[in-house]
């Protein structure tokens, strides 16, 4: 049991503790939402700058909150430019670490390598009967705000965010992006001509663009340019803890023990850190910590990232993971439908889970599984299975078989994850899958059980991709990290593109 955390001053972004505040002196709810919003859509600004909030609401804000408890105290960006590291100290001097993946969404959509064909990215199930989802037409969204900027294309920041409120949203979802006075994208849901129909034509007016004025070819580029810089779409893992009580084996947070749990407004801190890196897309609850150990917070934090106006994510692009906390898998169904669930599993059977798993020994394997197939009918969304590959430990074709068995006939994605090599300065000392060992394994999944099955991308391996990995190199005070290098995987999973049965 971590000793407990209080911050003085508090997080603006703890929702309860400035709701509650507020409570106490009788000032409405509604100046909360008010400011939150103006945050979000104005980064550099303070609640003094929101219009019309009553004085004693800002004197009770400048006596008990702050806009940050935290800093961000190092910055890594990957050789390739597609993860950022961010090593954020808490107010008592702890540190977590929050990653940003960037990634192309249109390339690693299943539907368009379907129709590339399956030798465009061998890691990815190819689905040749799937229906898209008029409800995540994203691209419609991004040509729709592109046109909008006519020759002048979007303004951009010192620190590379863009300025403009309705491209965040369009990046982000829904919600807080809408600037005031200026329409918002399109409703989610809402049919649009699709962007490869209604984008300007090079060739408008005749073969060589005659009648097309220099003005308008030149809002013509700005609206392509930004076309593709939307298609990158940014994850966030963040963290929920600092350490973590659960001890895989695996994992460099789990050899720390739990330090503290993490507030509500220290984990949205981390999203607001992040969206000075990238339009944050998608966020995972697969950093440092246990997050169903810490449940009020993250849930709490999941309100509002996913609140119309607040961070407004769409809740399916919201996975929490866990390793498999029961009685909390149930009540989360219960309190955050439609958020994403991923169940770190990494063995087949309750006998070589808690070996790499200790908490495996109080969640036994087949109470697990009830309880997450209780979720999923409770919520109807597919799971996900986080299973990282130990080479000769559970990466062989016995485990495969017995995955197979385990989660065949059920709606999931498996997501391989061939280990991340970490500082190990204690020990168990493993190694990464052999070459060819995870193409068999998933082989068996795919084509024996017809589970929809990923390999996860590599991502920040020089940059001390692996959990805690940052922290615990440089000897700080707790550690963070990713558990999982979170990438496209858990989004194109969620999208309802209705992945038929494997070929």
């Not at 989660?407 to 990464?432: H, M, R, T």
Request: proline share 6%.
């Amino acid at each position: 049991m971590a000793p407990p955390r209080k911050l003085s001053p508090n997080s603006v972004w703890d929702s309860s503790a400035v709701l509650a505040a507020f409570e106490e002196e009788g000032i409405k709810p509604l100046h909360a939402h008010r400011i939150w919003g103006h945050l979000i859509r104005h980064p550099e600004a303070t609640w003094h700058d929101v219009p019309d909030v009553p004085k004693a609401t800002l004197a009770l804000l400048d006596r008990y909150f702050v806009k940050f408890t935290s800093k961000v105290v190092k910055c890594q960006n990957s050789s390739d430019g597609t993860t950022t590291k961010l090593l954020v100290q808490l107010q008592d001097g702890m540190q977590v670490e929050a990653v940003v993946m960037t990634y192309e969404s249109t390339s690693r959509d299943p539907q368009v390598l379907a129709r590339a064909g399956p030798e465009v990215d061998p890691h990815l199930p190819i689905d040749h009967c799937a229906v898209a989802d008029d409800d995540d037409n994203d691209d419609d969204d991004v040509f729709h705000d592109a046109t909008e900027y006519g020759d002048h294309g979007p303004d951009h920041g010192p620190d590379g965010a863009r300025a403009d409120a309705t491209a965040d949203a369009t990046a982000n979802g829904t919600g807080a992006g809408e600037e005031e006075g200026r329409p918002a994208a399109r409703a989610e849901g809402d049919e649009s001509t699709e962007p490869s129909s209604s984008a300007p034509s090079s060739t408008a007016g005749g073969p060589n663009g005659a009648g097309a004025g220099p003005g308008r070819a030149r809002g013509r580029a700005a609206a392509a340019a930004l076309v593709n810089r939307l298609r990158k779409r940014s994850t966030l893992c963040v963290s929920s803890q600092v350490g973590c009580q659960m001890g895989c084996t695996f994992c460099a947070t789990g050899t720390m023990g739990l330090k503290g749990n993490l507030t509500a407004g220290e984990i949205i801190e981390q999203m607001v850190h992040a969206r000075g890196v990238a339009a944050i897309r998608n966020v995972v609850f697969m950093g440092m910590g246990e997050p169903l150990n810490n449940y009020e917070p993250v849930r709490a934090a999941v309100a509002m990232m996913t609140d119309s106006k607040g961070f407004g994510l769409k809740r399916r692009h919201v996975t929490v993971s866990t390793v498999g906390v029961i009685p909390r898998i149930k009540q989360l169904a219960e309190d955050l439908p439609g958020v994403s669930l991923a169940l770190s599993l990494h063995a087949p059977t309750q006998e070589l889970r808690s070996t790499i798993v200790p908490s495996a020994r109080a969640f036994k394997l087949p109470a697990l599984m009830e309880a997450v197939r209780h979720y999923q009918r409770t919520s109807s969304q597919r799971v996900f299975y986080e299973y990282v590959m130990l080479s000769g430990v559970n990466d062989g074709e016995e485990q495969a078989h017995e995955l197979g068995k385990l989660l065949k006939g059920d709606d999931v994605v498996v997501n391989l994850i061939p280990w991340n090599p970490i500082y190990q300065p204690e020990g168990p000392f493993f190694e990464a899958p052999r070459d060819g060992s995870v193409g068999k394994f998933q082989n068996i999944l795919r084509f024996e059980y017809g589970l929809h099955t990923t390999v996860r991308q590599e991502m920040g391996q020089d940059i001390s991709g692996a959990c805690g990995q940052l922290v615990v190199e440089s000897g700080g005070c707790g550690g963070g990290g990713c558990s999982k290098e979170a990438t496209r995987d858990i989004e194109d999973g969620v999208r309802g593109v209705k992945l038929g049965p494997v070929a």
